[in-house]
């Protein structure tokens, strides 16, 4: 018997859904997709966890998933058997904000996507835009990371989460930036077709 479809999504207050309750959150949105699909795309039996912690860098994340693998050592893929588990990794705004520096960022998601490979998880690869920056140099070198690390671990990259989101009153909190629970459901549509096509579901317009 094959095992229920488990998605983790690790990641800071995008994923954990700050301001929000956690029925509101990107994840839980997410799941609520995963199990409504059409008829080829629909996984009733879907699960997304909610690994999210506000304020989080990369390298607090790197450790957390450590951490969380280390608690469930049954988060892993046969091999050679159709992968049931998988994951979002949704990290680094938050050394973007702090100025860290984007090889240090690139060395810990690196890590993270190896952790993962090392147990057959499927991952994807969620991307951020160096928006907030003044410096062109510093932005160019973070928003480059992203896409190389895709190349380089063979995963999917979903371009920007806040895509159409950051700075759009309806969509997001007082800030901003944080996105409302309408906000939240648009990270879910934009991230679906990506998760489909890894989790073998097929593509959707996420509409």
């Known amino acids: 018997m094959s095992h229920p479809l488990t998605l983790l999504a690790l990641g800071d207050s995008l994923t954990e859904g700050y301001g929000l309750e956690p029925e509101a959150a990107f994840p839980a949105a997410l799941e609520r997709l995963l199990r409504a699909g059409g008829p080829t795309a629909r996984h009733p039996d879907a699960t997304v966890?909610?690994?999210?912690?506000?304020?989080?860098t990369t390298a607090g994340g790197l450790r957390r998933l450590r951490a969380w693998?280390?608690?469930?050592?049954?988060?892993?893929?046969?091999?050679?058997?159709?992968?049931?588990?998988?994951?979002?990794?949704?990290?680094?705004a938050n050394d973007g904000f702090m100025g860290l520096d984007p090889q240090d960022m690139e060395e810990n998601l690196a890590a993270i996507l190896a952790l993962l490979a090392e147990?057959?998880?499927?991952?994807?690869?969620?991307?951020?835009?160096?928006?907030?920056?003044?410096?062109?140099?510093?932005?160019?070198?973070?928003?480059?990371?992203?896409?190389?690390?895709?190349?380089?671990?063979g995963v999917p990259l979903w371009p920007y989460v806040l895509d159409g989101i950051w700075g759009v009153a309806d969509l997001t909190l007082w800030?901003?930036?944080?996105?409302?629970?309408?906000?939240?459901?648009?990270?879910?549509?934009?991230?679906?077709?990506y998760v489909l096509d890894m989790v073998g579901g097929g593509g959707t317009d996420g509409s």
């Open 69 to 92: 693998l280390a608690r469930n050592p049954d988060f892993a893929n046969d091999e050679g058997a159709a992968p049931r588990r998988f994951a979002i990794v949704e990290l680094g």
């Open 49 to 56: 966890v909610n690994l999210g912690l506000s304020g989080d």
């Open 175 to 193: 800030d901003g930036l944080h996105p409302n629970a309408a906000g939240a459901e648009r990270m879910a549509r934009a991230a679906l077709p």
């Open 119 to 153: 147990r057959g998880v499927p991952a994807l690869l969620a991307g951020f835009k160096a928006e907030f920056s003044d410096d062109p140099d510093y932005a160019e070198d973070y928003d480059a990371l992203f896409p190389r690390l895709a190349a380089r671990f």
